[in-house]
């Protein structure tokens, strides 16, 4: 990449392979499970986070100098909290039914493991730039597991993506459905998306051995 | 009755980890150990008991679209709801600083056993998300919503109870070695999760109210109960009239 230097770009590319928040650091798993059963919220979700995420970074960071350690948490969840206020606003204005659905998940970004650890061991000690850089890296890390998941989900359990049925119409018995496919109900349902995420981890570290834990 | 009713269904149908993934992270991270998770389960289940509560009170009487009627007729069209999140978080922050406080203050026991936890908490979204389904299903009365405080910090606290004593087991087990450690957690977890859906049929027999609810959670699990059950009636019927024309 030209834009970046070699150091800017690990910042970005770390986070979506072997440094991966959700696989590897186990952090903000909270929020990401619950609107995966689709494409769509999901990925709404991935930009809601990438939003906060990057901003916040910016805002932590401008102002990690003059933040009394003490009240650093207290701080933070305000940063956290406006800028999810923010984020909820908009999609209520614009996306008013997608808003619905995501419900309470949205007001979860606060709490979400992630942006709190990000800020706590990246924002608070490194300039603006490599902060946003660092945000959008992790953010990104997020949001790719939450595509993947929530493609698998709803290509699985409801033969659709992004509503289109991608594999026939299952009243009509058109395309798979044509030769005894059945959509697997049980996709949906939210004990799945903690197995689809086994999974990838699992496929994960038999693919880089250096991750494998004890 | 309403009490009871909610309390089991905040319990087992509506599991904070099993049906909704609340507070993950530090359910993954802390249940290594039988003895920390109960720590960390006992200070969720203290602390969400008192800001559930708390948060109804500022729901109730300062967010709510004409909450805040009590100052004069003329703030009866203030709606503040869009404020809730910045409110809780910061209820939820001071609070979790002032028990542990006074906890230090008045029985050092209890903080050695649970102070370590208790900074962990702030963060923990099982307690925001407390008080926000809290919001979002409008529970009536200040009683219901310490009821729902309680009975949902038990129900993540069975659940980081039990993932512990796995976890503790399954150290000696011959497990493939790329899904050591975070990745079967997960997959138990999944399995744990299927095995607490099937609470979901506990409360069809309640009022029409409460199936109402629950059909959304379960996604039509409980609806295809029911709808069984309306059938072996129909059938019930059908067979009674033809005892009485014979």
């Known amino acids: 990449?030209?834009?970046?230097?070699?150091?800017?770009?690990?910042?970005?590319?770390?986070?979506?392979?072997?440094?991966?928040?959700?696989?590897?650091?186990?952090?903000?798993?909270?929020?990401?499970?619950?609107?995966t059963a689709q494409l769509k919220p999901s990925i709404v979700m991935a930009i809601s986070v990438m939003f906060v995420m990057g901003v916040g970074n910016v805002v932590i960071s401008l102002m990690r100098n003059i933040i009394p350690s003490k009240i650093r948490i207290i701080v933070q969840l305000v940063v956290v909290a406006t800028?999810?206020?923010?984020?909820?606003?908009?999609?209520?204005?614009?996306?008013?039914s997608l808003s619905k659905e995501l419900s309470v998940f949205i007001g979860l970004i606060i709490t979400n493991c992630i942006i709190m650890g990000r800020f706590e061991a990246f924002a608070l000690a490194n300039g603006t730039w490599r902060s946003f850089l660092d945000g959008i890296g992790n953010a990104l890390g997020y949001g790719v597991i939450l595509i993947i998941v929530g493609f698998f989900r709803e290509l699985l359990g409801s033969g659709t993506l992004f509503g289109f049925k991608v594999l026939g119409d299952p009243v009509e018995?058109?395309?798979?459905?044509a030769i005894g496919y059945e959509n697997n109900g049980f996709m949906v349902l939210p004990p799945m998306a903690l197995i689809v995420v086994g999974i990838i981890i699992w496929v994960q570290r038999s693919r880089n051995k250096d991750l494998i834990e004890d | 009755m309403e009490?009871?009713?909610?309390?089991?269904?905040?319990?087992?149908?509506?599991?904070?980890?099993?049906?909704?993934?609340?507070?993950?992270c530090?359910?993954?991270?802390?249940?290594?150990?039988?003895?920390?998770?109960?720590?960390?389960?006992?200070?969720?289940?203290?602390?969400?008991?008192?800001?559930?509560?708390?948060?109804?009170?500022?729901?109730?009487?300062?967010?709510?679209?004409g909450a805040l009627t009590w100052l004069g007729p003329d703030f009866a069209d203030y709606d503040l709801s869009f404020l809730s999140f910045i409110m809780f978080i910061a209820t939820i922050a001071t609070m979790v600083q002032l028990v542990e406080i006074?906890?230090?203050?008045?029985?050092?026991?209890?903080?050695?056993?649970?102070?370590?936890?208790?900074?962990?908490?702030?963060?923990?979204?099982?307690?925001?998300?407390?008080?926000?389904?809290?919001?979002?299903?409008?529970?009536?009365?200040?009683?219901?919503?310490?009821?729902?405080?309680?009975?949902?910090?038990?129900?993540w606290f069975l659940a980081i109870l039990a993932i512990a004593a796995i976890r503790e087991k399954i150290r000696y087990s011959n497990v493939p070695a790329p899904l050591?450690?975070?990745?079967?957690?997960?997959?138990?977890?999944?399995?744990?999760?299927?095995?607490?859906?099937?609470?979901?049929?506990?409360?069809?027999?309640g009022e029409d109210e409460a199936t109402e609810e629950s059909k959304e959670d379960t996604v039509g699990m409980v609806s295809t109960i029911e709808t069984t059950n309306e059938l072996t009636d129909t059938d019930l019927s059908l067979e009674l009239k033809e005892d009485i024309n014979k």
């Open chain 1, 1 to 35: 990449m030209g834009l970046l230097s070699k150091k800017d770009s690990k910042l970005i590319m770390d986070p979506l392979a072997d440094n991966n928040p959700i696989t590897i650091q186990v952090l903000g798993i909270c929020s990401a499970l619950a609107i």
């Open chain 1, 83 to 96: 800028l999810v206020i923010i984020v909820d606003q908009v999609l209520k204005a614009f996306a008013y």
């Open chain 1, 173 to 177: 018995k058109t395309g798979l459905y």
């Open chain 2, 3 to 24: 009490h009871i009713e909610l309390f089991f269904k905040s319990v087992f149908v509506d599991n904070m980890v099993f049906a909704y993934f609340l507070g993950m």
């Open chain 2, 26 to 65: 530090s359910y993954l991270a802390v249940s290594k150990k039988v003895s920390t998770a109960v720590g960390l389960g006992a200070a969720v289940i203290f602390v969400l008991a008192i800001t559930v509560p708390l948060n109804w009170l500022l729901d109730q009487y300062l967010l709510q679209e």
């Open chain 2, 102 to 155: 006074i906890v230090e203050k008045f029985s050092p026991s209890l903080y050695n056993s649970l102070g370590i936890f208790l900074p962990l908490i702030a963060v923990n979204c099982a307690i925001l998300g407390g008080s926000l389904f809290m919001q979002s299903r409008e529970i009536e009365t200040l009683g219901l919503a310490l009821n729902y405080g309680i009975a949902s910090g038990i129900g």
């Open chain 2, 180 to 205: 050591r450690g975070l990745g079967i957690t997960f997959i138990i977890t999944g399995l744990m999760a299927i095995g607490f859906m099937s609470f979901g049929g506990m409360l069809t027999g």
